[in-house]
């Protein structure tokens, strides 16, 4: 079993910033790729950052320069600092975390945290 508990999101005027958080818990062997997706209202769900477990990034470019993904290995856990926010940036943020355990390697996803940005 693995669960994934995210934090961090809010509600934020235009410029201001705010911190993702993921922690993963469970039955966890090894954690491979961590990644940051978001949603907004009526839209598909579009990746917005990722990192290895190498610690190499991608960044989708419409936040390239204003959001940093980074991990922590020995707490599971994977941040999005999101930095010069923008009403675009209004989503449900979820993180996926592809996970090695006793039965394998999954894919598992947050439950989504809620950023809006005020103009």
């Known amino acids: 079993q693995v669960q994934l508990v995210e934090s961090g999101g809010g509600l934020v005027q235009a410029g201001g910033s705010l911190r993702l958080s993921c922690a993963a818990s469970?039955?966890?062997?090894?954690?491979?790729?961590m990644a940051w997706y978001r949603q907004a209202p009526g839209k598909q769900r579009n990746l917005v950052a990722t990192?290895?477990?190498?610690?190499?990034?991608n960044y989708a470019d419409s936040v390239k320069g204003r959001f940093t993904i980074s991990r922590d290995n020995a707490k599971n856990t994977v941040y999005l600092q999101m930095n010069s926010l923008k009403p675009a940036d209004t989503a449900v943020y979820y993180c996926?975390?592809?996970?090695?355990?006793?039965?394998?390697?999954?894919?598992?996803w947050g439950q989504g945290t809620q950023v809006a940005v005020s103009s």
């Open positions: 996926n975390i592809n996970i090695h355990g006793p039965i394998g390697s999954y894919e598992y």
């Open positions: 469970g039955s966890i062997f090894r954690i491979n790729a």
């Open positions: 990192i290895l477990s190498g610690g190499s990034t």
